[in-house]
T-cell receptor, first 114, second 110 residues
Framework: EAQVTQNPRYLITVTGKKLTVTCSQN?????MSWYRQDPGLGLRQIYY?????VTDKGDVPEGYKVSRKEKRNFPLILESPSPNQTSLYFC???WGGGSTGELFFGEGSRLTVL | ELKVEQNPLFLSMQEGKNYTIYCNYS?????LYWYRQDPGKSLESLFV?????AVKQEGRLMASLDTKARLSTLHITAAVHDLSATYFC??????????FGTGTSLTVIP
């Protein structure tokens, strides 16, 4: 089954404790991206990757890091989480290149930073 | 910075009625997307509109795109309860930077 898998789905952590949210897709997509969803703000793009070893900032990259060492994986790293990073996070992928750009989303990861 | 505005933000409508959700965006983009999100769930792609004048229909939903007016509409015909969800429009810049509207929460009342 074609899917984008995120882990963990739910996480409660404390300020300053580094964490990683993993994202993996099995569709051989070139493009992957991360979003955060907050009430009243819709989805905002954090980082995206056009291909392996190619990443770039989205609209709200502060406080986040990413890496793309393999085509299928695109982890989101919070080096020192703060309470304002409490949010619902989505990973998404698409074919990229000259494709339609239609995004396929993971199930989401709800993060609470105390 | 590209802005994407949806109207209305909240919509409560009776079954069988018609309504339109509007999506305005602030800069040039030839591609517009509509997604649906059920409560507590992920986003599901509904429509991809790739050019000016594009119109797509699926069941009771029809989406259109006017790139000159920077406007897309999502028209709901004869609403049913199963359409209750939050609908997002999104545009992209060069196929990599995506900007989403704030969403329209639709409730269809029996």
């Amino acid at each position: 089954e074609a899917q984008v898998t995120q882990n963990p789905r739910y996480l409660i952590t404390v300020t300053g404790k580094k964490l990683t949210v993993t994202c993996s897709q099995n569709m051989n997509h070139e493009y992957m991206s991360w979003y955060r969803q907050d009430p009243g703000l819709g989805l905002r793009q954090i980082y995206y990757s056009m291909n392996v070893e190619v990443t770039d900032k989205g609209d709200v990259p502060e406080g986040y890091k990413v890496s793309r060492k393999e085509k299928r994986n695109f982890p989101l790293i919070l080096e020192s989480p703060s309470p304002n990073q409490t949010s619902l996070y989505f990973c998404a992928s698409s074919w990229g290149g000259g494709s339609t750009g239609e995004l396929f989303f993971g199930e989401g990861s709800r993060l609470t930073v105390l | 910075e590209l802005k994407v505005e949806q109207n209305p933000l909240f919509l409560s409508m009776q079954e069988g009625k018609n309504y339109t959700i509007y999506c305005n965006y602030s800069t040039t983009s030839d591609r517009l997307y509509w997604y649906r999100q059920d409560p507590g769930k992920s986003l599901e792609s509904l429509f991809v509109l790739l050019s000016n004048g594009a119109v797509k229909q699926e069941g009771r939903l029809m989406a259109s795109l006017d790139t000159k007016a920077r406007l897309s509409t999502l028209h709901i015909t004869a609403a049913v309860h199963d359409l209750s969800a939050t609908y997002f429009c999104a545009v992209d810049i060069a196929g990599n930077q995506f900007y989403f509207g704030t969403g329209t929460s639709l409730t269809v009342i029996p």
